[in-house]
C-alpha cells in the first residue's frame, strides 16, 4: 500500500472543513419566527462564523502547502448545492 501523506491531508482537512460548516450551517439557520429581523441576524452570525473560518484555513494553508481558498470555494460550493438539491 502506497500512502500519499499530502493527499491525505488534503483529504482530512476537506472532510472536517464540511463537517465543520455543515454543523455552523445546521446551528444557526434554525429560524424560530417568520420575521425578516431575525433572517437578518441570522445571516449576520453565519457569515461571521463562516468568514472567521475561512480566515483560518486560508491561514493555515501556507503550512500545509495547499491551496486553501480554492478548497474553500469547492466545499462550500458542494455544501449548498447539495441543500439545494434537498
Known sequence: I???P???LE??????LVNTIASIMDQTLIFK????EDF???MQK???QLDGLRRSFQYIQDFV?????KVWQEEL?????FNVEQ
Open 46 to 48: 453565519l457569515s461571521q
Open 40 to 42: 437578518e441576524q441570522r
Open 65 to 69: 502547502g495547499l491551496y486553501g481558498l
Open 77 to 81: 460550493s458542494r455544501i449548498v448545492r
Open 6 to 8: 499530502h493527499r491525505l
Open 2 to 4: 502506497k500512502v500519499e
Open 33 to 36: 419566527t417568520g420575521r425578516i
Open 11 to 16: 483529504e482530512g482537512l476537506r472532510k472536517e
